[in-house]
């Protein structure tokens, strides 16, 4: 069911000040920026062999990643998976009682297919479900 781990989303207020402690200072590969309008984010992609860090910084107040940093602060947002295939992947989980924030795939940073596992079916872990678009993203 799960391929990878396939980034680690971080909440930041400010993606100019979060990263050169990753790109700079830890090394990184910083492959750009882009916002998803849908998400209410913008985020930053890095890279570290196999493994991402996404830096999230909100674009309005009604983000869910502000509403999290108004409430916890920056840092570790939430864990994403690599999966073949989202649709079924959801399926069977919803099968196996699993709560879900998305019931359907959404359309997420690079054209990925994802879908977020509320935090109360995964041990209080925000986990999102990634199916990589067609270019490999």
Do not use: W
Not at 96 to 106: H, K, N, P
């Amino acid at each position: 069911m799960l391929t990878k781990i396939n980034h680690l989303g971080v909440a930041v207020t400010s993606i100019e000040e979060a990263l050169p402690l990753y790109r700079d200072t830890l090394g990184m590969e910083f492959s750009g920026i882009e916002e998803v309008p849908s998400q209410l984010v913008k985020v930053a992609f890095l890279s570290i062999g196999e493994s991402k860090i996404e830096l999230l910084e909100p674009t309005s107040p009604e983000s869910p990643v502000a509403k999290f940093l108004e409430k916890n602060g920056p840092g570790v947002h939430h864990v994403a998976y690599g999966v073949q295939d989202i649709d079924a992947t959801i399926a069977r989980l919803i099968a196996g009682g699993t709560r879900m924030i998305d019931t359907t795939a959404r359309t997420g940073a690079h054209g990925a297919r994802i879908a977020f596992l509320h935090p109360k079916s995964s041990n209080g872990v925000l986990t999102e479900l990634c199916e990589a678009h067609e270019d490999g993203h």
